[in-house]
């Protein structure tokens, strides 16, 4: 107790560190506002009661129930999300976005760049079908100038939520975009707690108590996930005088388990909802068809989880072929002069990086199935459906992951400043660690 006092002195003793989380708070209750505003011409008292389902469901847990309040910030961040994976599927399909890629921070910026622009027409598009799921008896005046003025609105708030995020990169701790993502969801966590524990009531208290601890070991496991790598050995020749001599420090490349992070799950979300949609045009005809429906429209459904996972692992070697580049990593250790112990540089090298990367793949794609299928189990067993969501899937690994990028943002201001880290013991490995890797 005594080392978390201290540690939260020296944070608050910092003051660029202090100025930076109080800038966070505000930036963030900004956005929390504004998702309770409610789009003008909008009824929130006809609004439909006990929030979105389905895919809308989960889109709205992740804005923190934006979405179902039909507020001004009703997509949120989640236009530029959709914007930023087309821009990274383009880095590998398109020569030109490939060639931005390599440029460094000018094409880094380049890319951004494109994906502010591409994120207004997604913005526009989405609004449309945002329009079409308010509650009818809900819109005061409907009509084309309602749609109009609602689009815009929407756009304009999705944009200022852009702004939010990278002034919270800029002037606050860590990634503003992930940010705003995790507070929606977490803004959910008090309400779902509360509801799940009045739902078991008195006589549920044990099994209440049973459910607090099992999500805490869920939330082990994804930490767990989130921070394992496989380190690959790496050497460097150094230069002393007119010989080459073997740098007796000992360097490493990290090879993260799941390398591909939460995306495979949003892929295979996003093609969850085609068989129970194709299904419906041919359910009144086909008995085949109209079981497809059913099974597809229920997540808790064995058919329903067995594909889920399916594609999760399919997706999470897809992503990781994409996003880790074994020749690239070779070619780079080659031009710094490293090299792998045992290891011809080069060709050997890649393929070296390739056969570890694929056997360190399976066992983070299978347990990143396992850890989008959960929630549905937890739904099984008798938890309630907005509890149940903090299981696993989306949610938790977002959360795990910027908490754990905050954490490592903060420690990093303690240790440059000379105080303690955050741990005794150990350190704290975000996706922004300080590893030593080859340039």
Known sequence: ?????????????????????????????????????????????????????????????????????????????????????????????????????????SGRKKINQYTRILTIPIVMAQSVGFIATINADAIISPGTFFTITTMLIISAGTLFCMWLGEKITDKGIGNGISMIIMIGIVSRLPGAIIGEAAAKGMRGSLIFLIELVVLFLVVMAVIVLTQAVRRIPVQYAKQVGSTAQLNAQRQFIPMKVNAAGVMPIIFAQSLMFVPAILASVWQNDSETASYIGVKFSDYTSWQYNLVFATLIIVFTYFYTAISVNPNQIADDLKRSGG???????????????????????????????????????????????????????????????????????????????????MMKTGKLRGRSQNIAMAS
């Open 1 to 105: 107790m005594n080392k978390f006092i201290t540690t939260i002195k020296n944070i608050f003793a910092i003051e660029d560190l202090r100025m930076r989380i109080f800038n966070t708070l505000f930036f963030i209750a900004i956005y929390r506002l504004g998702s309770f505003v409610v789009l003008p011409g909008v009824d929130a008292t006809r609004l439909k009661t006990g929030g979105a389902s389905g895919v809308f469901g989960i889109l709205d847990t992740l804005l923190g129930g934006a979405f179902s309040n039909a507020s001004i910030f009703a997509l949120g961040i989640m236009p530029y999300i959709s914007a930023s994976i087309v821009l990274q599927l383009l880095t590998i399909a398109v020569p030109y976005f490939q060639k931005l890629q390599k440029e460094g921070e």
């Open 339 to 421: 090299f792998v112990p045992g290891v011809k540089p080069g060709r050997d090298t890649s393929e070296y990086i390739d056969e570890v990367l694929t056997h360190i793949t399976l066992p983070g794609a299978v347990a990143l199935a396992l850890i989008a299928i959960f929630p549905s189990l937890a739904l099984l067993a008798g938890v309630t459906r907005p509890f149940s969501a903090f299981y696993g899937g989306t949610s938790l690994i977002i959360m795990v992951g910027v908490v754990l990028d905050t954490l490592n943002q903060v420690e990093s201001y303690l240790l440059m400043r000379h105080y303690d880290g």
